[in-house]
């Protein structure tokens, strides 16, 4: 079946906050999408609509066409990890994962799969209650795998993992893609959705602010600046005035070049004959690129509150 999740026009208020606004999106198979937005922006609000666990004020939000309540198989057809912690503390990792298993029809072999595939077979003994973060979070995941579903819903998957757990949920997440299947994910660790995400979604106060991959986002969004070191800064400095080019002048005595492209750069102080030391394009981080999308919408939310 088609696995794609498509929104529009959804909507939830909570009294008089609107919590999502009017979203439409949508989130192709095949790819690992990231969901990405200050907190309080709604990312597990419309998560919670998706999985039919909170329900819109209007709009809709489905899979393959179809709202969750519709689907024939729903244990099979999507897998989600909300709250890690949701757990019984005096359960067991493996008989957490049997309550599961046996209200979606699945046995104790399927049990025993998941929880080698997230590397908790030694622990399924062990109660919740002694789990770490990281392990309670691999849990969760192995929750949402039970069903072998075609979509993931994975509110925060990262939370409290170790970097080598950060690393094994990141290749996780490709992996799941690669086979075809649909990956909506959502975390604040920017170096790390950069490194997962094909697609972004941003959502700021409810609302859509972009939906693109990953790369475009960043390119749609980066200001040019190009980094240039000369031992003659001064004569650069007036040759690139001269060119109408701004710039600003650094402590170190290098100059960061804005809105140009280094190439245009290097021409001018060649025809000064400036020798240049360095001529270094800067690469923006998605942190930086977002930190400076939501900035107006994050002080607007500091002014309204
Ligand atoms: N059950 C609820 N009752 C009232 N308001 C709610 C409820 N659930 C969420 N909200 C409000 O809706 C808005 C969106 O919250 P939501 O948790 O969806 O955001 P989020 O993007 O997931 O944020 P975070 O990253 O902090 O989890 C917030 O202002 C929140 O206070």
Known sequence: MDTGIRARGLTKRYGHRVAVDDLSFTVRPGLVTGFLGPNGAGKSTTMRMLLGLTRPTRGTITIGGRHITDLDDPAHTVGALLDARAVHPLRTASDHLLAYAQTAGLGRARVAEVLELVGLADAAGRRADEFSLGMHQRLGIATALLGDPGVLVLDEPLNGLDPEGIRWMRTLMRDLAGEGRTILFSSHLMSEMELTADNLIVVGHGRLL??????????????????????????????????????????????????????????????????????????????????????DDTDYEGRAA
């Open 210 to 295: 972009a939906e693109s991959t990953l790369a475009e986002f960043v390119r749609a969004n980066t200001t040019q600046a190009v980094t240039v070191r000369t031992e003659q800064p001064d004569l650069l400095s007036h040759a690139l005035h001269r060119a109408g080019v701004p710039f600003e002048r650094a402590p170190d005595a290098s100059l960061l070049v804005t809105g140009t492209e280094s190439g245009t750069v290097g021409r001018i102080a060649a025809a000064e004959g400036i020798p240049l030391d360095e001529l270094t394009r800067v690469r923006e981080s998605l942190e930086d690129v977002f930190l400076r999308f939501t900035h």
